[in-house]
């Protein structure tokens, strides 16, 4: 059964500084995997995803992510954190058939100003 | 192009109460799946609907139930409601054929349940 782990319940980060949230996974094939963003109140936004090929993937907003199958991680990243992006993240792992994701607990980012 | 649509946006009941939610899918999407958030949780899996039948399910009991309508519009019904079902629901919709499929996420209903 696929699982996801997101070892950070909550980050806080200084505008301006570099960001990785740390995303683990269990599935025993190829996994689809996804980042997803919750404002406070909203719905889930797709920020990036990874099926194959390149392991590092571009997002919306200035995210990345990085696949590395041997550790089993999908850690996301970005270079420089702006007060807007304070939010929940959602790490996501999908299976093809049946298309139902199983998500992370989530990890709150908060920006200092 | 609209995207995913939920209604209603809050929703109050009372426990033993039955409640109806209702999603319009991303336009040209055919499959829906439904999430239940809780507070402070990630959102679970309920169950997911194409061509207009249940195709899987999470680990719910039968007080939810769905349907999906001819024009890939769904539902989700909850009867005999507890107070833990109190939660964000989420509808999402995809694409059956999709090369690189994902999901789109509604706003969601915020159920409370009293």
């Known amino acids: 059964a696929q699982s996801v782990t997101q070892p950070d319940i909550h980050i806080t980060v200084s505008e301006g500084a570099s960001l990785e949230l740390r995303c683990n996974y269990s599935?025993?094939?190829?996994?689809?995997l996804f980042w997803y963003v919750q404002s406070p109140g909203q719905g889930l936004q797709l920020l990036l995803k990874?099926?194959?090929?390149?392991?590092l993937v571009q997002g919306i907003k200035g995210f990345e992510a990085e696949f590395k199958r041997s550790q089993s991680s999908f850690n996301l990243r970005k270079p420089s954190v702006h007060w807007s992006d304070a939010a929940e993240y959602f790490c996501?792992?999908?299976?093809?058939?049946?298309?139902?994701?199983?998500f992370g607990p989530g990890t709150r980012l908060s920006v200092l100003p | 192009d609209a995207g995913v649509t939920q209604s209603p946006t809050h929703l109050i009941k009372t426990r033993g109460q039955q409640v109806t939610l209702r999603c319009s899918p991303k336009?040209?999407?055919?499959?829906v799946s439904w999430y239940q958030q809780a507070l402070g949780q990630g959102p679970q899996f309920i169950f997911q609907?194409?061509?207009?039948?249940?195709?899987q399910r999470g680990n719910f009991p039968d007080r939810f139930s769905g349907h999906q309508f001819p024009n890939y519009s769904s539902e989700l019904n909850v009867n005999a409601l507890l107070l833990g079902d109190s939660a964000l629901y989420l509808c999402?919709?995809?694409?059956?054929?999709?090369?690189?499929?994902?999901?789109?996420f509604g706003p969601g209903t915020r159920l409370t349940v009293t």
């Open positions: 999402a919709s995809s694409l059956e054929t999709s090369e690189f499929y994902e999901q789109y």
């Open positions: 599935y025993g094939a190829t996994p689809y």
């Open positions: 990874y099926f194959s090929g390149d392991t």
């Open positions: 996501a792992v999908g299976a093809f058939y049946g298309q139902n994701f199983v």
């Open positions: 336009s040209g999407h055919d499959t």
């Open positions: 609907y194409y061509e207009e039948e249940e195709r």
